[in-house]
DNA sequence: GGAATGATGTACT
DNA sequence: GTACATCATTCCG
């Protein structure tokens, strides 16, 4: 199977990536890779489209009633994940952003799928390319996330980011609202590379 | 204890 | 484009 593929080496991300304002971390997460090492295997996607999720006062966020059972890894410290399970049968991958117990995350929304296509063909069950990882709980599913990695570390972890070589430019990004809410449709907190062609939805 | 709801995906018309 | 699967968490009484 044939796909493009970026020649620029990726590089590990550290803490600091994560820190500071979510909506800007969120920006600058679009164009890194989210990497999985599981037996011996490397399943990658260029990330395309992800959402800010903002603190208490964001009444979107898992973390607007404060910490729970459910939402206790959003309170952790930044580059922590947080994995929750959403309508009874399909689980979410964000990334813990900010600062350590404000609980604030960018859910990650889509991916370019880039290495390890045949796992992911398998594990998704559809052949088609556009399908494996347009959609949060899709990318989820092709990447082998599950309920265990809620809580870990992403920096130095099987389960990682890396850094695209060189960031996108501001000019390629769109924002728009975010997707499948119902409150404060009202902020843009919705991400992507502007024309991409792997979005969840253009 | 009970009911409503959801950061979705798939199948079908 | 519309219907529906399916269940943990949350909120109300």
């Known amino acids: 199977m044939s796909v493009t593929r970026s020649s620029r080496t990726p590089g590990l991300a550290d803490r600091e990536l994560f820190r500071g ?4 971390v969120a920006r600058r997460l679009l164009g890194a890779w989210l990497v999985h090492d599981e037996a011996g295997e490397r399943i990658a996607g260029r990330i395309v ?22 939402n ?12 929750y ?9 964000n990334v813990v952003t900010g600062r350590k117990g404000i609980g604030e995350a960018v859910l990650i929304r889509a991916l370019e799928p880039l290495e390890g296509l045949e796992t992911m063909v398998s594990r998704r069950g559809r052949a ?7 959609g949060p709980a899709k990318l989820v599913q092709a990447l082998g996330i599950g309920p265990r990695h809620d809580g870990l570390d992403l920096v130095g972890g099987a389960l990682r980011i890396e850094l695209a070589a060189e960031p996108i430019g501001d000019v390629t990004i769109r924002a728009g609202p975010r997707v499948g809410i119902s409150k404060a449709v009202d902020l843009h907190l919705r991400f992507a590379i ?8 253009p």
Not at 50 to 68: F, I, K, M, N
Not at 73 to 81: I, N
Not at 85 to 93: D, K, L
Not at 194 to 201: E, F, K, Y
């Open 49 to 70: 489209e992800v959402e800010a999720y903002l603190s208490r006062a964001d009444p979107a966020s898992h973390s607007h009633g404060g910490p729970t059972a459910r």
């Open 72 to 83: 206790a890894s959003m309170f952790l410290a930044p580059g922590h994940a947080y994995v």
């Open 128 to 134: 088609r390319a556009r399908e494996l990882c347009s």
């Open 21 to 24: 304002s979510t909506p800007a």
């Open 85 to 93: 399970r959403i309508y009874g049968m399909h689980h979410c991958f």
């Open 194 to 201: 502007a024309g991409d062609p792997w979005l969840s939805r």
